[in-house]
T-cell receptor
């Protein structure tokens, strides 16, 4: 599978491999985090969220890991499929109102 | 169950004009947030509305204003349009409360000539 230790703007993955997308957040007061997937011409689509009292949460084919010590978030996608090709954003919620988005990662799935 | 809907999908205006964008939240949601997304960037928070009042505002000038109606739908108004206002404008709705995910519409693509 593909993995990156630091945030990269692009990620190329072989179909069937696992993907890991990394994100560093900025506000230590943030207590809620969301991963979104945005396809071309569409709005961001909710994938999975996690609260700061957790360090791991799993969904269907996706897992989010949270490391509050280093303010790092990652999204793992199992068995990456062509339909997973998109831009992925992490977002932090520093208060009850706005979301602050990180720089997106463009994932391209190779057949 | 209808998600967040926005209208229009595309809009072309000229500098100095004014524009109104509309948003209907996901069924059951009471809070609406607006974001601006420039090409190749993440969405930037404009403001959030709850109970027909602006609750928080991002770093946007007063040319950007909004409104929320009793049925929770919302409008974003932009006056004196500048070329730099060209962007995708996204509406997100959520339930009031802690750790409630915001769900986005597909946006209005605004082009300023």
């Amino acid at each position: 599978g593909e993995s990156v230790g630091l945030h990269l703007p692009t990620l190329s993955v072989q179909e069937g491999d696992n993907s890991i997308i990394n994100c560093a957040y900025s506000n230590s007061a943030s207590d809620y985090f969301i991963w979104y997937k945005q396809e071309s011409g569409k709005g961001p689509q909710f994938i999975i969220d996690i609260r700061s009292n957790m360090d791991k949460r799993q969904g269907q084919r996706v897992t989010v890991l949270l490391n509050k010590t280093v303010k790092h978030l990652s999204l793992q996608i199992a068995a990456t499929q062509p339909g997973d090709s998109a831009v992925y954003f992490c977002a932090e919620n520093p208060n009850d109102y706005k979301l602050s988005f990180g720089a997106g990662t463009t994932v391209t799935v190779r057949a | 169950d209808a998600g967040v809907t926005q209208s229009p999908t595309h809009l072309i205006k000229t500098r100095g004009q004014q524009v109104t964008l509309r948003c209907s939240p996901k069924s059951g949601h009471d809070t609406v947030s607006w974001y601006q997304q420039a090409l190749g960037q993440g969405p930037q928070f404009i403001f959030q509305y709850y109970e027909e009042e602006e609750r928080q505002r991002g770093n946007f000038p007063d040319r950007f204003s909004g409104h929320q109606f009793p049925n929770y739908s919302s409008e974003l108004n932009v006056n004196a349009l500048l070329l730099g206002d060209s962007a995708l404008y996204l509406c997100a709705s959520s339930l009031q409360g802690l750790a409630q995910p915001q769900h986005f519409g597909d946006g209005t693509r605004l082009s300023i000539l």
